[in-house]
């Protein structure tokens, strides 16, 4: 513990107990079983890098075949599969899925916590997700690779027009993901409510912690509509129900009602916690609060209740009665305030603090730049007339990128390079980190931004090649060569890391002098993460009301956690949690036997019924002890 | 600069009933999440039920007898599951038990008349839209509705074998809630399934 943050250091011995309590057990099976919030959201973040460099791959394999007309490395049939994995696995297995990986590894330490609050529910949650995003890309390699896009329309992706496969496990690889994003939520829900610091009531909660809980509970409301539109596709193209065939009373548009009522605040999933990250970068770095708690946090919850009213503006050139597309263009505008208001209390934190021009204020500079073009021409598509011309397009293409790019993955590497000390134990090369940015920069906006102009002129999204007479060819090489310096980019990204992990400098626990208190533990911070449980009476615990308080009376020999009251944090019991085991991995397991069963026959649903009740009486087996 | 504060949490009970408790927290997100899935699936019969010239196709009422009966007996459940949740807050081993073995017998029995019930829609799945739909919201209440009677068959097979610790009574509370959210749940969704068709006749 350091000194300045004032926590008294316990005897030894106690320390050497908590160890032996926390610790992951030893060896192949003990790594399995782990249920350590650390543990888990580490395999988190290194599977969803290993998947975004998938993703990045077929991004790249897409420009290479974009860079002149009528080129014939993918075959329209490939790249059809090629832009909806690449889609599909940018969206379900990497954005959301590392949004969600930073709050289960930040969150319980922030909240001065020594794990989540059902430890073995979120190890279950990261096995399925393991297997859905292996069923989605082991599926490419045999030529079973969804082709109908992200958002796999019907009647496109319906039976008629989809036969084979492909399609299902397309749907699958969705009900895989959304299990595991809506346990992360319920996790980070119950563990904000109930688990924080004492004196760390709501008004005190960081930023980032209000980000990852309003993002949870979009996750609750939306995910549900992704998870039943795709299991009545897979319904209907498996056991021949019609909810989306016209000739037996279904409706097509009912799928984009459906997708979209989820798809929409799908985007706001993903780049809420970024917001938070930019709170916690912006604070950091200018060694004062964010201007305006109050406004961000509401904010934030502006921002996701209103998410919920915007889907329809994806759909405004399906005919939809012109009022309810005005409600939504409406709606869709409105949604730019929130995010002017944040924009405008960040700006105000770096005006009046003393702001170090670090590597992670540069993704910040660089979020702040990106995201207002992506939000601008968010406010252009959201207008119905403008819409109608440019959807469809590379304009779109443009369009989604500025806003995911600019608006989730510059305050990601941001947050990475802020947060890979605590992570590690050491600190990311600077000066790579430099070129990491500017490299970053320029080659997104060398690959997106004549996007724009090339939607503007005509070009469709999702069309495998042009002619040679529509002149596209040479916005489509600038793009191509913005794509290879993208690439180079996280090339430095990746030396960097393993340049750090092989012997960078020593960060020590708190290397920024930073307010939260996931600084006030060794950095990697052990199993049970806070010798003490800290006690915290300020927003910026580290900074002010110092010194820290303790709690003591935990029991030491079992993984007791103290559960507090919900707005005010006052203490109310101990509470024992549950330590390693393999079920939740068996679990997934017949979850997944079950799951991929079903896009083959109908059997592997009372099979696969009866594999996940004896996996969860194995679970439950044995009642937890209370004392 | 204030003097470092401690707190003893030696004191502090181990467990703790309702709210207090994270696992009734994890059971309310639960449902929070399948009254979406319930809501949408209900959203989507709204959806489907806007564009069709008649409802249902062909005017093949469902049945109202079983689904009633099945009202009747979930919504009487209520009464020996809220009296098994309060007997659990006062530790009375005798009462829970007998509580929880009425509850998985009226369960039980409810488990049984679904099939009852979705012969009584009256319809195949593959027939049109609107049997797709039915049987989809029938089907997904007959889902937590089994899982939920399984659970309380595995907590009382617990209890009765001894377990005692005071988290098995917090889980009987907790069990409970879930309970009533199978029961309130079927309301509305028996109410679209049963009544509806008859209202828009």
Sequence with gaps: ????????????????????????????????????????????????????????????????????????LLGPDLYNQVFTVHGSTMMFLFAVPVMEAMGLYLVPLMLGTRNVAFPRLNAYGYYVYLAGGLLLWSSLFINLGPDTGWFSYVPLAGPEFAPGKRVDVWAQMITFTEIAALIAAVEIIVTTFKMRAPGLALNRL????????????????????????????????????????????GDALLWQHLFWFFGHPEVYIIFVPALG??????????????????????????????????????????????????????????????????????????????????????????????FTIGGLTGV???????????HDSFFVVAHLHYTLIGGALFPLFGGIYLWFPKLTGRRLSERLGRWH?????????????????????????????????????????????????????????????????????????????????????????????????????????????????????????RREVLI???????????????????????????????????????WGLPIGAVLIFIALLGWFSKPQEDA | MNAAQEIDAGALDTYGFGARGIVWWGVMAFIAIETVMLGLTA???????????????????????????????????????????RTARRFEERGVAIGLLICCALGAASCLIRPLEFRALNTAWDRNAYSSVVWTLLGLHTTHLVAEVVETIVITIWFLRGARAPRTWVDVGDNALYWYFIVGAWVPVYGLIVWFPRLVG
């Design chain 1, 1 to 72: 513990m350091p000194e300045r943050a004032g926590l008294m250091m316990p005897p030894p011995a106690d320390l050497e107990r908590l160890r032996a309590t926390w610790e992951t057990p030893p060896g192949l099976l003990g790594w399995l079983a782990s249920v350590d919030h650390k543990v888990i959201a580490r395999r988190y973040l290194i599977t969803t890098g290993l998947f975004f460099a998938g993703g990045g791959v077929l991004a790249l394999l897409m420009r290479m075949q974009l860079a002149f007309p009528e080129t014939d």
């Design chain 1, 206 to 249: 960081p930023l980032f912690v209000w980000a990852m809980l309003s993002t949870s509970f979009m996750i609750l409301f939306a995910m549900p509509a992704v998870m039943l539109a795709s299991g009545v596709l897979a319904l209907d193209r498996l056991v021949g129900t019609h909810f989306f065939n016209p000739a037996e009373g």
């Design chain 1, 277 to 370: 990250m930019v709170s916690s970068i912006v604070a950091v770095s200018s060694r004062r609060p964010v201007v305006g708690y109050t406004a961000i946090v509401l904010s934030l919850v502006a921002t996701a209740l209103l998410s919920f009213g915007l889907w329809v503006h994806h759909m405004f050139t399906t005919g939809l009665p012109p009022l309810g597309e005005s409600f939504f263009t409406a709606a869709s505008m409105m949604i730019a305030i929130p995010s002017g208001v944040q924009i405008f209390c960040w700006i105000a934190t770096l005006w009046i603090g003393w702001p170090r021009l670090t590597t992670p204020l540069l993704f910040v500079l660089g979020f702040l730049a990106t």
């Design chain 1, 380 to 390: 252009m598509v959201a207008s119905v007339p403008f819409d109608l011309q440019v």
């Design chain 1, 437 to 557: 940015f500017a490299l970053f920069f320029v080659g997104f906006n060398l690959t997106f931004f004549p996007m724009h102009q090339l939607g503007l002129a005509g070009m469709p999204r999702r069309v495998y090649t042009y002619l040679a007479a529509t002149g596209w060819d040479s916005l489509n090489q600038v793009a191509t060569v913005g794509a290879m310096l993208l690439a180079a980019s996280m090339a430095l990204f990746i030396a960097n890391v393993a340049w750090a992990l092989r012997g960078g400098p020593p960060a020590g626990d708190d290397p920024w002098g930073a307010d939260t208190l996931e600084w006030a533990t060794a950095s990697p911070p052990p199993p049970f993460n806070f010798a003490h449980i800290p006690v915290a009476r300020s927003a910026a615990p580290l900074w002010f009301a110092l010194p820290l308080g303790w709690v003591r009376g935990l029991a030491e020999q």
């Design chain 1, 564 to 602: 507090t009251t919900v707005v005010d944090a006052e203490p109310d019991h101990r509470y024992a949690q549950p330590g390693p085991s393999l079920w939740p991995l068996a679990l997934a397991l017949a979850t997944a036997v079950t799951l991929i069963a079903c896009i083959f026959t109908p």
């Design chain 2, 43 to 85: 959203a989507a019969y709204g959806y489907l039920y806007l564009n069709a010239p008649e409802w249902p196709p062909g005017r093949l009422l469902p049945a109202w007898h079983w689904p009633t009966i099945n009202l009747a007996l979930l919504l009487a459940s209520l009464v020996p599951m809220v009296w098994t949740a």
